[in-house]
């Protein structure tokens, strides 16, 4: 290999033979550098590479502009300014202190094994990212890829993106060509697998699984990748300790790296929408910014909240009321109002399935959306316990419960009365099944808790494998079901939930792959429908690209950052101008 002194010596030749294109000493040392990290990239050309680089950074200064003769650092990274601290970006998160210490100490030792002249390659790990949706999971990922090129460790800042179901074939044999396509793709970069939980764990063994698993093990250990490829695992934390706990110790010693995503709570995302407002020069009025923290406060405990996803949602729903009014003649502030975010949490509720209250003589219950406990299966007979005693049937919600989850077609309003006195001396204490030990396990599951949203429902999955592996119930679901089931002692509730865990198990899995199918479709929905105005937009400004007739050759336009070009490069548009004709 050349040294960087002959690197050098081959990029100056290179731009003499450019038309003397000229480089200032840090410009030529950040092109020369862009090129030494590829060292470690499968089939590093060297001097290729180093034409091949000033060639690229010839293309970027001519598109900046055609009478150039001097490199900027601009053209060499590719960025319009001069790269910052790859880090400094993170800081301004919410809850991101912890990362970005543990960043900085990666950093730190790094650098100091490069001072050393030890192989810094060592430092280089595989990660676990555990936290809910819209933690910062992926931004953090393109943080540290960022990070490990600009330290020479990674040969390409580029982050791969990939769910675990994308590595998973329909056939034996196809799971591991995705597998093979995505580590090529990462290769000497970051490989990032979301919902990385599906690879294993006690719910979801498969044999399409474990071939991925056994794939991405087999790649990792390969010397194209090992110490050039990272590797991380993202996924709900509870459900990805479940997965590393049940997969082999291959798979959990390769990842030794593990950071964790907290929540964020109301005054997080009052502080980042804030500091959206104030960036577009927009703020929140006092009175709104007290209304919408007060609404934040309840819109973090909703079963289908992400978090920063979420807060950025807002932040473009105030844009909107506020553009509404403006139509209507009825601004009088540059700021945000009361009446702003009284529409933006209108229409933010609006896009989520609302909560079911049904009302009898005997409870209310709340039904979560989108899908509701599992299905008790009465046909199913269970062990035959003692009847509660009569002050103690309305404690055991008959009516309510039989409407939520017998599965069949009643609605809350067909609901009827339930007649105590005919209750007390006719009915069972379970009626529409002869297993009270599965009713009362799924009640004390619901008074519990775990059925108040999607994050609780996914907890009590993990809480009921833990019971059918062997473990206990917790005490609050075991009072709930002693009260339901008296007079039957503690260890006699305990044996008879026992044979049910299964059953309630089976049911909850169900409902919340429901849930996570509809989320995804709604995002899905959403993604295609901004790509579809992104390519009409493009389709209109290329027809009045044509009929203005501005390149004389004929050339097609191409978008160049904030303008346009025809591709002989004699031409250009602004995007603005653009805006203003179409």
Excluded at 10 to 24: K, N, Y
Excluded at 96 to 115: D, G, N
Excluded at 553 to 573: E, I, K
Aim: aromatic letters at 4%; hydrophobic letters at 40%; charged letters at 25%.
């Amino acid at each position: 290999d050349f040294d960087d002194m002959q690197l050098e010596d081959i990029a100056l030749h290179a731009l003499q033979q450019a038309g003397g294109i000229t480089a200032p000493l840090d410009v030529l040392l950040a092109l020369v550098k862009s090129v030494t990290v590829q060292r470690l990239a499968p089939n590093f050309g060297n001097a290729g590479t180093m034409v091949t680089a000033v060639q690229q950074a010839l293309q970027r200064m001519i598109t900046r502009d055609l009478a150039a003769t001097t490199l900027t650092m601009s053209d060499v990274s590719g960025d319009q300014a001069v790269a910052t601290d790859p880090l400094e970006y993170l800081s301004t998160l919410c809850k991101t202190e912890h990362i970005v210490q543990e960043l900085r100490l990666l950093q730190a030792v790094i650098e100091q094994q490069r001072r050393d002249g030890v192989d810094t390659r060592g430092g280089l790990k595989n990660y676990l990212f555990l936290g809910n949706a819209g933690t910062g999971k992926t931004t953090v990922a393109r943080t540290m890829a960022n990070m490990l090129h600009a330290l020479g460790l990674l040969s390409r800042n580029v982050v791969v993106t990939r769910t675990a179901q994308d590595l998973q074939g329909a056939y034996i044999g196809q799971t591991k060509d995705k597998v093979n396509a995505a580590m090529a793709e990462a290769s000497g970069g970051v490989l990032f697998i979301d919902e990385a939980y599906t690879l294993g764990g006690s719910g979801h063994r498969s044999p399409y699984a474990q071939e991925a698993v056994d794939q991405l093990i087999a790649l990792m250990t390969e010397p194209e990748h090992l110490g050039r490829t990272v590797v991380i695992l993202a996924g709900y934390r509870q459900a990805m300790e479940d997965m590393i706990r049940h997969s082999n110790e291959g798979l959990r010693s390769r990842f030794t790296g593990r950071i964790e995503f907290p929540n964020w709570d109301a005054d997080d995302c009052l502080r980042y929408i804030r500091e959206a407002c104030r960036k577009e020069r927009r703020p929140l009025e006092a009175p709104a910014e007290a209304l919408l923290y007060e609404a934040l406060q309840v819109a973090v405990t909703h079963p289908s909240w992400s978090n920063a996803r979420d807060c950025i949602t807002m932040q473009k729903l105030l844009y909107n009321a506020l553009a509404v009014r403006n139509v209507q003649g009825r601004v009088t502030t540059n700021s945000y109002s009361v009446e702003d975010v009284h529409s933006t949490m209108d229409e933010w509720q609006r896009l989520r399935p609302a909560v079911v209250v049904i009302e009898s003589t005997a409870t209310v219950l709340p039904l979560p959306p989108p899908v509701a406990m599992p299905v008790p299966m009465a046909s199913i007979p269970g062990p035959a316990l003692p009847a509660p005693p009569a002050r103690d049937r309305d404690q055991a919600m008959v009516a309510p419960h039989q409407a939520v989850h017998s599965g069949g077609d009643t609605l809350p309003s067909e609901v009827e009365e339930v007649d105590e006195e005919e209750d007390i001396v006719e009915e069972t204490p379970f009626p529409g099944t002869d297993d009270p030990a599965l009713i009362a396990l799924e009640i004390a599951c619901q008074e519990a808790g775990y059925d108040d949203n999607h994050h609780r429902r996914k907890e009590l999955i993990h809480m009921l494998q833990r019971v059918l592996d062997g473990g206990v119930f917790p005490d609050d679901v075991i009072d709930v079901a002693m009260r339901l089931m008296a007079p039957a002692s503690r260890a006699e509730t305990i044996t008879s939930l026992r044979p049910q865990v299964r059953r309630v198990l089976t049911g909850v899995e169900q409902a919340v792959a429901a849930e996570e199918a509809h989320l995804r479709e709604v995002e899905r929905i959403r993604d295609e429908e901004e790509r579809r105005v992104f390519v009409e937009k493009q389709a209109r400004f290329q027809e009045q690209l044509r009929s203005m007739q501005l390149c004389p050759a004929g050339y097609t336009w191409q978008r160049c950052g904030d303008y346009w070009r025809c591709l002989g490069g004699s031409h250009c548009v602004s995007e603005a101008e653009l805006e203003q004709l179409c």
